[in-house]
């Protein structure tokens, strides 16, 4: 057992938990440690490039759009309280970013610079180094948190949560993890936040790091904490073509600046500036439609492309392309997971004393499919409420945001429950795989093939042999431990992608291409009820 002390527990270094760390060291502080499996500046938070939607005052945009383009894009499954608390705390939040240290790009008048990306019905997003906005976050909130937390536990690995019950019924009491040497400890805190991120890495082709393997929510599936919205993993329309991996991402904020997508026989089929489903959506039908495997984006036009965007300039060069003269192959790629460990407006879980926040959570902010630029945002804004509700003494969930439904209250979007039934473990009796990476590879290989931006029964059918043997792995060390994790999510979004019979946001099934009134709520799997 170590660190018996601590207060908070945060799995995870993206801007959600770094923003909680930090905030758990301000006013009224608390004994915080993070632990996180890769280094602190190693999450996906990293590779964020757009930017954080924010309206700030003086702007002659409006809270009441940015919540309204939110709504919108989430195609009817967001839930309004959470979504209104995003808009109107994340200005505050940028401002305290900005006063630890972060450096937002400005307008030659010292203003900062606003761009416009897709379902944005403004420009309402900020960005730093050209496209480089998460590193610049995670920057200067690795720098606060090197400089409070009471441990920092690099290159440690959550393999699944402690739960307890002292008479009072359970309660999360910290996590067993791997140190860096793979010895087994109980790291014990009084609570503990799920800031582990997405998923990216079920499928074959990702904008997200190796680290993105679902790892919170499978501990919080194996604990059977409610999770809802999984089957809603967002794939963006334009990674660059190219085998490096995570797929080089061409930012959004490059329609935004006027780029165009152009087929096969170079020409438009789709509004550049629509939301991200819209807009993966149909460059999937065209590549089915044209038999091709990545269609094109027109930068050419754009001025200033190497100045604006350094990074992705460098990116586009690095591969022998000229933005100014080339058209950039594109294909979407798995980007963010919509759902995730539902909680309340303050964090809370299912599981008193468990809190999640950022992309491992389901706060009901993005429904069916999250509008661009708003996840930097919803980490920094409601990381730091899990602290506040901590401080105030909360313990376990309220009947507000996306729990209400889960806690049988009523809701303006209501819930379904699913019935998980996680399969038993392999065949083998030690429960071993014996080729981890190859095992990774084929399933994600199958997720690609059955469950990614077309889904139907059928091909969600045939790729449930593939994932069902690795959910119960035992794992022996922090690969076998991804693969299990990874595993276990792919189970939860083929279940939840079955149930949803009709074509939703992200979620886009090739034999019920229709939405479905009916179907306007969350699929839940594990909590209460
Ligand atoms: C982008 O820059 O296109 C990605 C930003 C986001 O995922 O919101």
């Known amino acids: 057992v170590v660190n018996p002390e601590l207060d ?86 940028v401002s305290e970013l900005i006063a630890l240290g972060a450096l937002f790009d400005r307008d030659p008048g010292g203003a900062l610079a606003r761009a416009r990306e897709g379902g944005h019905s403004m420009a309402r997003v900020l960005h730093a180094g050209g496209a480089a906005t998460g590193a610049e976050i995670e920057r200067a909130l690795v720098e606060a948190v090197h400089a409070t937390a009471a441990a920092v536990m690099e290159g440690w690995f959550a393999l699944d949560l402690l739960v307890s019950d002292s008479g009072t019924g ?38 997200n790091p190796a680290q993105s393997t679902g790892d919170g929510v499978a501990m919080a599936l194996r604990a059977g904490v409610a999770v809802a919205d999984v089957e809603f993993m967002q794939f963006h329309p334009t990674a660059l073509h190219h085998p490096a991996m995570p797929r080089p991402l061409l930012s959004e904020a490059l329609r935004g600046h006027g780029a165009l997508l152009r087929d096969a026989d170079g020409n438009r089929f789709v ?82 004393g468990l809190w999640a926040c950022a992309e491992a959570a389901c706060t009901g902010v993005h429904g069916a499919n999250r509008l661009a630029s708003n996840s930097l945002l919803e980490g920094m804004v409601f990381g730091p409420r899990v602290v506040e509700a901590v401080l105030a003494g909360r313990d376990g969930p309220r009947a507000t945001g996306a729990m209400r439904g889960v806690l049988g209250a009523e809701a303006p979007v209501g819930v379904r429950h699913l019935a998980l039934a996680l399969p038993p473990g392999p065949p ?59 595993a276990t999510v792919a189970w939860a979004l083929l279940r939840s992608a079955e149930a949803r019979t009709e074509s939703r946001g992200a979620h886009n099934r090739s034999d019920h291409p229709e939405t479905s009134p009916a179907l306007r709520h969350r699929l839940v799997l594990g909590g209460p009820g």
């Open 170 to 207: 359970a309660r999360c009491s910290g996590v067993r993890a791997l140190d860096v040497d793979g010895v087994v400890h109980d790291v014990r805190a009084r609570h503990v936040v799920l800031a582990t991120g997405g998923a990216g890495q079920l499928y074959s082709v990702t904008t």
């Open 8 to 93: 908070l527990l945060v799995l995870g270094s993206g801007v959600g938990g770094l923003s909680a760390a930090v905030r758990a060291a301000g006013p009224g502080s608390l004994r915080v440690g993070v632990l996180t499996k890769a280094r602190l500046d190693q999450s996906a938070t990293r590779w964020a490039q757009g930017g954080v939607a924010a309206v700030l005052g003086g702007d002659e945009d409006s809270i009441d759009l940015h919540l309204a383009d939110t709504l919108a894009a989430g195609a009817g499954l967001c839930d309004t309280d959470a979504v209104r608390i995003l808009v109107e705390e994340g200005p505050g939040r």
């Open 428 to 486: 083998a009796a030690d429960g071993e795989v014996p080729d981890v990476a190859k095992a990774r590879d084929e399933l994600q290989r199958a997720m690609t093939a059955g469950a990614g931006v077309l889904r139907s029964a059928a091909s969600l059918a045939a790729t449930a042999p593939a994932v069902a043997p690795l959910v119960g792995l035992r794992p022996t060390g922090a690969a076998e431990a991804e693969l299990a994790n990874l």
């Open 271 to 352: 509004d550049e500036l629509s939301p991200r489903d819209v807009v993966a959506r149909a460059m999937t039908g065209r590549m089915l439609e044209q038999g091709v495997d990545h269609l094109w984006l027109d930068a050419t036009m754009l001025e200033r492309f190497d100045e604006r965007f350094p990074t992705i300039a460098a990116s586009v060069r690095s591969v022998g392309l000229d933005p100014a003269r080339d058209l950039l192959p594109i294909a979407p790629a798995a980007h963010y997971l919509s759902g995730g460990v539902v909680t309340d407006l303050d964090g809370a879980t299912s599981l008193p």
